[in-house]
């Protein structure tokens, strides 16, 4: 198993690319901590990891609170004994509803709350238990070029920050022996297909799936990728040069 014994902490788990994760990860040996707003969400993709014969831990948290932050790594710590590595997976507010003028502060500040601020508090968090395991991994999420681009000024903003923040975070971390990395997802427009995660097609000529950006974190968060640093790897189909998708909508 690629992952055997890892633990692995996913912030903002939703029902799409971060439970694929969680799932895909416990598949491959990690123990999973999965957190989100949304006790529901998380309580049922452990359930999921445990009927599996696997070992996941589920947390309502809020990863834009700093204590709450302090919390989910300190229980995560004193369940499982370590941290392994951080994905930090939040989304939403993509849409573009409103154009630049039209965006209120409130807005504004939200969506940079949930997308950056969300990936700062979580790193900030992972980093003394990632140093004291002698080194580990950090994932965070962004979205690829042409759906930054397509979403709103918020939207695209804060995306722009997470894969900043990235490089940034993989050259101050780097002595510490901790690799960052980002995940840049073009739309996914498909549900998780089943109730374990398995390889998609092998076809460019379909609809993104949670699936293809929980394999490429997979990689990313394994010893695979031990050289792998200050990278963004884009999954979306080849949308970003204009290679192409089943269809377009904003």
Same mark, same amino acid.
């Given at each position: ?14 029902? /799409?690319?971060?439970? =694929?994760?969680?799932?895909?990860? $416990?598949?491959? #040996? =990690? ?30 948290? +809020? ?38 003028? $039209? ?5 504004? +500040? ?39 681009? +397509?979403?709103?000024?918020? !939207? ?29 997802? #073009? ?17 460019? /000529? ?8 929980? !394999? ?9 990728? $031990? ?9 979306? #189909? /080849? $949308?970003?040069? !204009?290679?192409?998708?089943?269809? +377009?909508?904003?």
């Amino acid at each position: 198993m690629r992952l055997q014994d890892k633990v692995i902490v996913i912030g903002g788990v939703g029902q /799409g690319m971060g439970r =694929a994760m969680g799932l895909l990860f $416990a598949q491959e #040996g =990690a123990r999973v901590v999965l957190v989100a707003r949304r006790p529901e969400v998380v309580e049922a993709t452990q359930q999921q990891i445990e009927a599996a014969g696997g070992q996941a831990l589920a947390l309502e948290a +809020d990863m834009t609170v700093p204590a709450e932050v302090e919390h989910v790594f300190d229980t995560a710590v004193a369940t499982f004994g370590r941290l392994d590595a951080f994905c930090s997976v939040a989304g939403g507010y993509y849409k573009h509803l409103k154009d630049a003028e $039209a965006i209120e502060d409130e807005f504004f +500040d939200m969506v940079l709350g949930n997308h950056l601020k969300s990936v700062f508090y979580g790193v900030r968090g992972a980093i003394p238990h990632l140093r004291a395991a002698g080194g580990g991994a950090i994932l965070t999420v962004a979205a690829g070029y042409k759906t930054r681009r +397509d979403g709103n000024v918020a !939207y695209g903003t804060a995306k722009e920050g997470v894969i900043g923040l990235t490089k940034n975070l993989a050259r101050d971390l780097a002595p510490h022996n901790i690799r960052a990395n980002c995940l840049c997802p #073009g739309l996914i427009r498909l549900p998780l297909s089943g109730e374990s995660v398995r390889r998609p097609a092998q076809s460019l /000529g379909r609809l993104g799936q949670p699936e293809d950006v929980a !394999y490429a974190a997979l990689y990313l968060v394994s010893d695979e990728a $031990a050289w792998v640093t200050g990278q963004t790897l884009v999954i979306d #189909g /080849g $949308a970003e040069v !204009y290679a192409g998708q089943p269809y +377009d909508e904003r």
